[in-house]
């Protein structure tokens, strides 16, 4: 496990008249997943390569457990850092073993046979069963299972950062899903520590505890997605996430934003007849529930101590996605944006 902590860091790309990324501070905690989102050019991946050192900072540290980058052998760093990108990058004349196999090589320490079963491990992980796919080529695999090979072979040292450039980018919307998926499901099993450089903000409000939002160089805002849903800060950070996007309100506000604080409504006595909702349920899924069923109130309890907190109801709903529309400032239109 690992933590980032990015200092006051700046790149300046030599003839260029600003900097690419401008004095930004932020913390990735361990084994979390923080996804960086901005217009093009805004410097996320300046950002993401500076972490394993293949661009040097201008100025400014990058500490990866307390210690600074800069004072580690790149090639070292680098076995630590799991890195994936788009352009898989797979060697087209070795087979799929293969491909994982030299990246788990170069961690060392594994005899023949383990190193074999290592890379089967990885296949098993990534969902590509090693029977059927250890002897293909790349070249024998649709885009999404190259991908998969490629996040195999990114934690075959098993690195405990991983940094992720658009790795699913290039997919097609259903196969990006599933990978998106895939992802998650790997992540509850070996938390790592996750930067993800991401164009897609339902792919950053999907993956991400953390989005950090730049432009122009500068970090904007970091924040869970909720937090940057209801309390964008700036006008800009307002229309990259579409805080005004009613559905994603549904999809990431809680039910305890909407509650109509009336405990009394419902007693205790009487919970075992009335319809409940657990208090870390979202507005569409409260909204889903009251339209599937023929009651018009929602009790929403604490699971942790089975405390009943208030009521939920469409009208309540409503009420809150009405509030966060009138508390979010006008949006202007940023020049460049193409999110
Ligand atoms: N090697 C380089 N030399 C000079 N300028 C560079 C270099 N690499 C990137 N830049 C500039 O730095 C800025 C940030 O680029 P970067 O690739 O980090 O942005 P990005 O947010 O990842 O963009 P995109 O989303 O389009 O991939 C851009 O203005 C880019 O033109």
Not at 72 to 95: A, C, D, K, S, W
Request: overall charge neutral; aromatic content about 4%; charged content about 20%.
């Amino acid at each position: 496990m690992a933590q980032i902590a990015f200092r006051d860091i700046t790149k300046r790309y030599p003839g260029t008249p600003a900097p690419a990324v401008d004095a930004v501070s932020f913390d990735v905690p361990e084994g979390s997943t923080c996804v960086l989102v901005g217009t093009s050019g805004s410097g996320k991946t300046t950002l993401l390569r500076m972490v394993n050192r293949l661009i040097e900072p201008t100025s400014g540290e990058i500490l990866v457990d307390g210690t600074n980058v800069l004072r580690e052998n790149p090639i070292q760093l680098r076995r630590r850092i799991g890195y994936v990108i788009q352009q898989v990058g797979l060697f087209p004349h070795m087979t799929v073993a293969e491909n994982v196999r030299v990246t788990a090589e170069i961690a060392g320490g594994w005899n023949k046979q383990r190193l074999n079963s290592r890379v089967d491990e990885l296949l098993d992980l990534v969902g590509l069963p090693p029977a059927d796919y250890r002897k293909r080529f790349p070249r024998q695999l649709s885009g999404g299972q190259q991908q998969r090979v490629g996040l195999a072979r990114a934690l075959a040292t098993d690195p405990a950062i991983l940094l992720m450039d658009e790795p699913f980018g290039a997919l097609d919307a259903i196969t990006r899903a599933r990978m998106q998926d895939e992802l998650q499901r790997i992540q509850r099993d070996v938390h790592k520590t996750i930067l993800f450089v991401s164009h897609d903000i339902d792919e950053a409000f999907k993956l991400g505890d953390q989005i950090a939002v730049m432009s122009d160089g500068k970090l904007m805002q970091i924040g869970s997605p909720v937090e940057l849903l209801a309390r964008p800060a700036n006008d800009f950070v307002s229309q990259l996430v579409g805080a005004d996007n009613t559905l994603r309100q549904l999809q990431y506000l809680p039910v305890t934003t909407a509650l109509d604080n009336r405990p009394e409504v419902v007693s205790s006595a009487h919970w075992g007849d009335a319809a409940t909702c657990k208090s870390d349920a979202t507005l569409l899924d409260a909204m889903l529930q009251l339209l599937s069923s023929d009651t018009s109130t929602l009790t929403v309890f604490d699971p942790t101590n089975q405390k009943q907190l208030g009521t939920i109801t469409l009208t309540s709903i409503n009420r809150e996605i009405s509030r966060q529309r009138s508390t979010q400032a006008p949006i202007n239109q940023p020049e460049s944006s193409h999110a």
